[in-house]
T-cell receptor
Framework: NAGVTQTPKFQVLKTGQSMTLQCAQD?????MSWYRQDPGMGLRLIHYSVGAGITDQGEVPNGYNVSRSTTEDFPLRLLSAAPSQTSVYFC?????????????FGSGTQLSVL | AQSVTQLGSHVSVSEGALVLLRCNYS??????LFWYVQYPNQGLQLLLKYTSAATLVKGINGFEAEFKKSETSFHLTKPSAHMSDAAEYFCAVSEGGANNLFFGTGTRLTVIP
């Protein structure tokens, strides 16, 4: 059982470049979310989805786009990367939202924007 | 508005000593409270969750936390630290039906042999 898979694990971008962080889960979870983790700030919610075709903004959505065309995948897009987006990004999924005790996290993507 | 404050960004204990990691929360409604652990280069794993069923919550790996409404606290404890407990610990709060967890800034636990 793969759980929540994030790719790539590491990425370096130049300012203005675009890229997509991939997140896939094989547990048939309806809820998926993206967090960013910055030193001294804990994790903050970027976007979340409660099912295919449904997405909504979290605390820090600016500069990021998401879509949910399938239950399994929830990609995070940076259209024009900025140094302020240097962070570690975590994807999480569950069958019953953020409160679910079975909220599974991926192992993270470390992104550096130069 | 919900928020969590974790006192102490770094805590060091000797192996076998008591572990106490502090968390205070702010919530306008009865909250859900969580403790997560993060080992190096890994995602977060749930240690325990409070949902109002009992004020003392037992989690995995010998950890427990006590909900104290009068103090708005949810401190994490373990009677005897083990080397494998070295990690970063996050307290989080959420309101029922919400789709977001609000995390504290984390406490890095070091266990000294």
């Amino acid at each position: 059982n793969a759980g929540v898979t994030q790719t790539p694990k590491f990425q370096v971008l130049k300012t203005g470049q675009s890229m997509t962080l991939q997140c896939a889960q094989d547990m048939n979870h309806e809820y998926m979310s993206w967090y960013r983790q910055d030193p001294g700030m804990g994790l903050r919610l970027i976007h979340y989805s409660v099912g295919a075709g449904i997405t909504d903004q979290g605390e820090v959505p600016n500069g990021y786009n998401v879509s949910r065309s399938t239950t399994e995948d929830f990609p995070l897009r940076l259209l024009s990367a900025a140094p302020s987006q240097t962070s570690v990004y975590f994807c999480a999924s569950s069958s019953a939202g953020a409160n679910d005790e079975k909220l599974f996290f991926g192992s993270g993507t470390q992104l550096s924007v130069l | 508005a919900q928020s969590v404050t974790q006192l102490g960004s770094h805590v060091s204990v000797s192996e076998g000593a008591l572990v106490l990691l502090r968390c205070n929360y702010s919530s306008s409604v009865p909250p859900y409270l969580f403790w997560y652990v993060q080992y190096p280069n890994q995602g977060l794993q749930l240690l325990l969750k409070y949902t109002s069923a009992a004020t003392l919550v037992k989690g995995i790996n010998g950890f427990e936390a006590e909900f104290k409404k009068s103090e708005t606290s949810f401190h994490l404890t373990k009677p005897s630290a083990h080397m494998s407990d070295a990690a970063e610990y996050f307290c989080a709060v959420s309101e029922g039906g919400a789709n977001n967890l609000f995390f504290g800034t984390g406490t890095r636990l070091t266990v000294i042999p």
